[in-house]
């Protein structure tokens, strides 16, 4: 932990930003002192702070050799601090796989080194520190951290309550760890199942449903001071098409876009939502330009500022997504995002060619300086509402008082257990008892963990299933199980009482299905639990009961085993349709439906 000398000292650089003549300002700063700190700034200053960027490392000046020669390579910089220094970035965004997240007192130490970087700089000031902390399948910062379920198993719970107290722990999780804005909670209305990129990160299909979470879960952020983003404007949630892979196109007209998308994000500009994040498609209802939203100024200054009186901070979504680059070179993207009304832009791929090409457009006179006033009028309010201009720093003691307290991970838990979904249960088979079923086969898909913390799926159930009086042993078929797996697994079943199947994303023609239907042959009674996207169960006409948790982090899977055992009723209810597998236009089991013992 820095010592308070060091933090007065590198804290130097706010307060000299924000002399006004002879005396020093203290407290939150009103725009008047902000434009006058403004005036100061140069204009490579001013295009800095635009931009929110990656960089690799566990350390803003000392990071591994790996993650200095990655940030040669992309950025042209060997840490976070020459970062700063030299493009005076006004954010930096944290990732798992760029190495920022190790473990909370880390985080913490880059936090705090990333802010003194940046005050230590001429006119220095605090940085926006970002991360995707919306919980579920993604997750950033893991264990021990608390991790929540993710937004359509809150969805299931239907508690708006259970949303505020997921976004008022997280926050104040994050906020102790430097965090101090979160691209969360997502505000898409997930109507097509076939989303490959929204799905389960959406609350559910219900625009009121998913406005009145949103609005919760951010005024939970706020109780912890941490930035919330409504996420991706304006609207994401139906599209067969993966923006970060390619450029969908929504075609919603503008009167189901009212009564639909609009819904949740009109809730969060009513909460005083602090940011919004854009999304890359086409909506050719809003802005017939064939411009992803993004870039449009119909949307973002028609629809957005105009029409919904959005005045808050606008972040793109990553600019390296293939959405945003299918019409326009990485030159230009950002200063047509700028030209439409954007504020913030996130992760260039080559911030050296978007951060130039902002400068030649002010030098050239495309983009008035005055726009960019703008913008970083907006973002200094952001971190004035934030009190980094009081007090940017971290405290390591803060770290253990607050993270994955026992408090933290109990709440985590109980609101786990108000969103397991049972769909299927032939013959009252679930809850199992460990005296007719002591012994446990727990098979199915492994994926990746979120937050490079949790998992396996299947030794989790398996361990938590132990843990509740069975003898459970974990086999890993994955997502493809070939026909070799499938007969291993078919094989073990042999000798259990009852089989626990994970299920992930299971298609019509995926040999995950095979799996299922083999292992109910053998007459051992199944139990599948979805693990993802609730769709699973039509797929699955054949499983004797069939349960949704929604995400594969600990603390869903965690509670489909108390439910599994009966420790606890299944209290979740379907927040999107499924549909029928042989007829979509069919719907096998509503908005709501849920079954409980």
Same mark, same amino acid.
């Given at each position: 932990?820095?010592?308070?000398?060091?933090?007065?000292?590198?804290?130097?650089?706010?307060t000299a930003a924000l002399a006004l003549g002879t005396t020093a300002y203290a407290g939150i700063p009103d725009d008047k002192k902000l434009r006058s700190l403004i005036s100061r700034m140069?204009?490579?200053?001013?295009?800095?702070?635009?931009?929110?960027?990656?960089?690799y490392g566990h350390s803003a000046t000392a990071p591994?050799?790996?993650?200095?020669?990655?940030?040669?390579?992309? #950025? @042209? $910089? *060997?840490?976070?601090?020459?970062?700063?220094?030299?493009?005076?970035?006004?954010?930096?965004?944290?990732?798992?796989?760029?190495?920022?997240?190790?473990?909370p007192h880390q985080i913490a130490d880059l936090s705090n080194g990333i802010q003194r970087a940046s005050l230590s700089q001429p006119r220095g000031l605090p940085v926006l520190v970002t991360t995707?902390?919306?919980?579920?399948?993604?997750c950033r910062v893991g264990k021990p951290a608390t991790l929540f379920p993710g937004a359509m198993a809150i969805g299931a719970g239907g508690s708006r309550k259970d949303a505020h107290t997921l976004g008022r722990i997280s926050g104040a999780e994050l906020r102790a760890i430097g965090i101090n804005q979160d691209y969360s909670p997502d505000a898409d209305v997930n109507v097509n199942p076939a989303n490959p990129v #929204? @799905? $389960? *990160?959406?609350?559910?299909?219900?625009?009121?449903?998913v406005a009145g979470l949103v609005a919760a879960e951010v005024a939970g952020y706020q109780r912890s001071s941490v930035a919330a983003t409504a996420k991706h404007f304006p609207g994401h949630g139906d599209t067969a098409v993966d923006s970060h892979y390619g450029f969908p196109i929504i075609t919603h007209t503008r009167e189901v876009w009212e009564k639909l998308d609009a819904v949740p994000f009109r809730a969060a500009v009513k909460a005083g939502i602090d940011s919004i994040m854009t999304a890359h498609i086409q909506f050719p209802a809003l802005d017939d330009s064939g411009d992803p939203a993004t870039l449009s100024h119909p949307i973002l200054t028609g629809i957005l500022r105009g029409e919904?009186?959005?005045?808050?901070?606008?972040?793109?979504?990553?600019?390296?997504?293939?959405?945003?680059?299918?019409?326009?070179?990485?030159?230009?993207?950002?200063?047509?995002?700028?030209?439409?009304?954007?504020?913030?832009?996130?992760?260039?791929?080559?911030?050296?060619?978007?951060?130039?090409?902002?400068?030649?457009a002010v030098q050239g006179g495309e983009l008035a300086e005055s726009r960019l006033d703008e913008s970083i009028l907006r973002i200094l309010r952001l971190k004035s509402r934030l009190r980094l201009f009081d007090d940017p720093y971290v405290r390591q003691g803060a770290v253990d008082r607050v993270v994955g307290t026992k408090a933290h991970l109990a709440a985590a838990d109980h609101i786990a257990e108000r969103t397991t979904t049972l769909l299927v249960n032939k013959g009252g088979l679930l809850p199992l008892s460990s005296r007719t079923h002591k012994k446990l086969l727990v098979v199915g898909a492994d994926p990746a963990s979120p937050s490079g913390t949790t998992g396996p799926p299947t030794g989790v159930l398996a361990t938590a299933l132990t843990e509740l009086g069975f003898t459970a042993t974990p086999l890993s078929t994955g997502t493809a199980p070939s026909s070799a797996t499938i007969t291993k697994a078919v094989a073990a079943a042999q000798d259990a009482d009852a089989v626990v199947v994970g299920t992930y994303n299971v298609t019509a023609g995926s040999s995950q299905k095979t799996l299922v239907e083999q292992l109910v042959a053998t007459g051992k009674p199944v139990v599948a639990v979805a693990i993802r996207n609730p769709y699973d169960v039509a797929q699955l006409p054949s499983a004797p009961a069939h349960l949704a948790s929604y995400s594969w982090t600990d603390v869903e899977l965690r509670a489909a085993a108390r439910v599994i055992a009966g420790k606890v009723a299944p209290r979740g209810k379907l927040p999107v349709p499924v549909q029928r597998a042989d007829d979509p236009a069919q719907v096998l089991y509503p908005i709501g439906y849920g079954l409980s013992y």
């Amino acid at each position: 932990m820095p010592s308070r000398r060091t933090v007065l000292a590198a804290g130097a650089g706010v307060t000299a930003a924000l002399a006004l003549g002879t005396t020093a300002y203290a407290g939150i700063p009103d725009d008047k002192k902000l434009r006058s700190l403004i005036s100061r700034m140069t204009l490579e200053e001013k295009v800095g702070q635009l931009f929110v960027m990656r960089v690799y490392g566990h350390s803003a000046t000392a990071p591994d050799q790996a993650d200095i020669d990655a940030n040669l390579k992309e #950025i @042209g $910089v *060997r840490t976070a601090a020459e970062l700063i220094a030299k493009y005076r970035v006004g954010g930096i965004i944290y990732f798992t796989w760029a190495h920022n997240t190790r473990d909370p007192h880390q985080i913490a130490d880059l936090s705090n080194g990333i802010q003194r970087a940046s005050l230590s700089q001429p006119r220095g000031l605090p940085v926006l520190v970002t991360t995707d902390q919306e919980h579920g399948i993604v997750c950033r910062v893991g264990k021990p951290a608390t991790l929540f379920p993710g937004a359509m198993a809150i969805g299931a719970g239907g508690s708006r309550k259970d949303a505020h107290t997921l976004g008022r722990i997280s926050g104040a999780e994050l906020r102790a760890i430097g965090i101090n804005q979160d691209y969360s909670p997502d505000a898409d209305v997930n109507v097509n199942p076939a989303n490959p990129v #929204i @799905g $389960v *990160r959406s609350f559910g299909a219900d625009p009121n449903a998913v406005a009145g979470l949103v609005a919760a879960e951010v005024a939970g952020y706020q109780r912890s001071s941490v930035a919330a983003t409504a996420k991706h404007f304006p609207g994401h949630g139906d599209t067969a098409v993966d923006s970060h892979y390619g450029f969908p196109i929504i075609t919603h007209t503008r009167e189901v876009w009212e009564k639909l998308d609009a819904v949740p994000f009109r809730a969060a500009v009513k909460a005083g939502i602090d940011s919004i994040m854009t999304a890359h498609i086409q909506f050719p209802a809003l802005d017939d330009s064939g411009d992803p939203a993004t870039l449009s100024h119909p949307i973002l200054t028609g629809i957005l500022r105009g029409e919904l009186g959005y005045d808050g901070v606008v972040v793109t979504d990553s600019l390296g997504m293939e959405g945003v680059r299918t019409k326009y070179g990485d030159d230009r993207v950002p200063v047509l995002a700028l030209k439409a009304g954007v504020d913030q832009l996130l992760n260039p791929p080559d911030l050296a060619v978007a951060w130039n090409a902002v400068l030649r457009a002010v030098q050239g006179g495309e983009l008035a300086e005055s726009r960019l006033d703008e913008s970083i009028l907006r973002i200094l309010r952001l971190k004035s509402r934030l009190r980094l201009f009081d007090d940017p720093y971290v405290r390591q003691g803060a770290v253990d008082r607050v993270v994955g307290t026992k408090a933290h991970l109990a709440a985590a838990d109980h609101i786990a257990e108000r969103t397991t979904t049972l769909l299927v249960n032939k013959g009252g088979l679930l809850p199992l008892s460990s005296r007719t079923h002591k012994k446990l086969l727990v098979v199915g898909a492994d994926p990746a963990s979120p937050s490079g913390t949790t998992g396996p799926p299947t030794g989790v159930l398996a361990t938590a299933l132990t843990e509740l009086g069975f003898t459970a042993t974990p086999l890993s078929t994955g997502t493809a199980p070939s026909s070799a797996t499938i007969t291993k697994a078919v094989a073990a079943a042999q000798d259990a009482d009852a089989v626990v199947v994970g299920t992930y994303n299971v298609t019509a023609g995926s040999s995950q299905k095979t799996l299922v239907e083999q292992l109910v042959a053998t007459g051992k009674p199944v139990v599948a639990v979805a693990i993802r996207n609730p769709y699973d169960v039509a797929q699955l006409p054949s499983a004797p009961a069939h349960l949704a948790s929604y995400s594969w982090t600990d603390v869903e899977l965690r509670a489909a085993a108390r439910v599994i055992a009966g420790k606890v009723a299944p209290r979740g209810k379907l927040p999107v349709p499924v549909q029928r597998a042989d007829d979509p236009a069919q719907v096998l089991y509503p908005i709501g439906y849920g079954l409980s013992y």
